[in-house]
């Protein structure tokens, strides 16, 4: 990770940052912090420890002269995955935790924010203004998180609340077109230094690509919904055998949010359960779904390379974009040691990248290098298709 920032800078945008957090909370009641419907799905109470948990104990406690954590058995409760910082809760159990209360959990933001303000009040390194940097954009990638979350727990409840939150996506009523590109030799990588960039984007490398067309936009809830009734959900020629065997023992016939009711699509929306926009891009599909109707298609999903070489051409930015691209390190990639070398390369295995941004990306994530990366069975990002031939 790399990134030249100003102290006074960094201290304006960490106490912002800190902010947007609590205030995509704002319309939550104390009974929704605590929520866990499926293990990979986070309570929002939990995350709100656990980026505080990352200032105090990458920061904080190593840096401050004087610094003393808020509370002994936090680490415990708020690391997530960095086994070289200790032992932590399964996080299957992270909902288990009616205490702390959601009051101690806002008391300890407050105690973190104010002392780490103050700390960046004074002289810090470059290292530490690397490490808080980092900070943010770890809190800016679970403020994407946290909406997911919380949709995933509201949209999985009989009366479909509605909330103050809502991500309106905007209509793909362009006809579909391809635009080309020729073969050739391509840079691949994050090459300006004076901006941050994660570890999984170094490595300037070159690729070779043949003549490729993308889709100038995303495919439809219309069109999707033509894939749904032409039987792709029964048709195991469409499908990989693990996607076959996922939607079948899991009975998936339809994106998630997706409900079928008096012979109308509907979905839930953070603003409750609506007709479906047919013109609206189809969203919360799996890399399975999307690879599924592709096929159909007789068409594919782009490569990460592909899809970072056209991007310029692309109006994306409305959701994440399955590509069908391992999760893999580039060449001359190089994990940093200890507990900050865990943040990536340990789950370059048995993911997929999607690449672009969505309406719930931090807008300084949005970046056509950055690579994000799901399991291929995932649904509850907010991930739709874009096409290629």
């Known amino acids: 990770m790399q990134t030249l920032i100003t102290q006074q800078t960094l201290k304006d945008r960490f106490l912002a940052v800190r902010y947007t957090t609590e205030t995509i909370c704002k319309s939550l009641e104390r009974d929704d912090y605590s929520v866990q419907p499926e293990a990979s799905v986070s309570p929002p109470k939990w995350h709100l420890g656990h980026t505080t948990w990352f200032f105090e104990q990458f920061v904080l406690s190593q840096?401050?002269?004087?610094?003393?954590?808020?509370?002994?058995?936090?680490?415990?409760?708020?690391?997530?995955?960095?086994?070289?910082?200790?032992?932590?809760?399964?996080?299957?159990?992270?909902?288990?935790?009616?205490?702390?209360?959601?009051?101690?959990?806002?008391?300890?933001?407050?105690?973190?924010?104010?002392?780490?303000?103050?700390?960046?009040?004074?002289?810090?390194?470059?290292?530490?203004?690397?490490?808080?940097?980092?900070?943010?954009?770890?809190?800016?990638?679970?403020?994407?998180?946290?909406?997911?979350?919380?949709?995933?727990?509201?949209?999985h409840q009989p009366l479909f609340p509605v909330l103050d939150t809502e991500i309106q996506l905007k209509s793909e009523e362009d006809d579909i077109e391809f635009i080309s590109v020729k073969e050739g030799i391509y840079e691949i990588g994050h090459k300006c230094n004076e901006t941050f960039c994660f570890d999984n984007e170094l490595g300037v490398h070159k690729v070779y690509l043949n003549d490729y067309k993308i889709a100038n936009r995303l495919v439809t809830n219309a069109e999707y919904i033509e894939f749904i009734e032409a039987g792709g959900y029964s048709n195991f020629n469409?499908?990989?055998?693990?996607?076959?065997?996922?939607?079948?023992?899991?009975?998936?016939?339809?994106?998630?949010?997706?409900?079928?009711q008096d012979g109308k699509w509907m979905y839930y929306t953070l603003k409750g359960l609506k007709e479906i926009d047919a013109n609206l891009p189809v969203n919360h599909v799996s890399f399975y779904e999307a690879w599924a109707y592709a096929e159909w298609k007789d068409l594919r999903l782009p490569t990460e390379f592909e899809w970072e070489i056209a991007s310029s051409q692309l109006n994306y930015g409305q959701l994440w974009e399955w590509t069908n691209s391992a999760y893999l390190p580039y060449p001359k990639y190089a994990k940093a040691d200890g507990a900050i070398g865990e943040y990536n390369g340990k789950f370059?295995?048995?993911?997929?990248?999607?690449?672009?941004?969505?309406?719930?990306?931090?807008?300084?994530?949005?970046?056509?290098?950055?690579?994000?990366?799901?399991?291929?069975?995932?649904?509850?990002?907010?991930?739709?298709?874009?096409l290629a031939k």
């Open 238 to 260: 469409y499908w990989h055998a693990d996607g076959w065997t996922h939607i079948n023992e899991n009975n998936i016939t339809s994106p998630m949010y997706w409900h079928k």
């Open 63 to 155: 840096f401050k002269p004087g610094y003393k954590n808020f509370h002994k058995d936090f680490s415990y409760c708020f690391n997530s995955y960095y086994n070289n910082v200790g032992s932590r809760i399964l996080r299957v159990n992270r909902s288990n935790m009616t205490r702390p209360t959601v009051d101690e959990i806002y008391n300890y933001r407050s105690y973190v924010s104010s002392h780490l303000a103050e700390f960046l009040e004074t002289e810090i390194s470059e290292e530490i203004k690397g490490l808080v940097e980092m900070g943010l954009q770890h809190e800016e990638q679970h403020q994407e998180l946290l909406v997911y979350d919380i949709k995933y727990i509201f949209g």
């Open 348 to 386: 370059m295995v048995n993911t997929m990248v999607l690449r672009g941004s969505c309406l719930a990306t931090a807008s300084n994530h949005s970046r056509p290098t950055y690579r994000n990366f799901f399991t291929p069975e995932s649904q509850w990002q907010f991930s739709g298709i874009r």
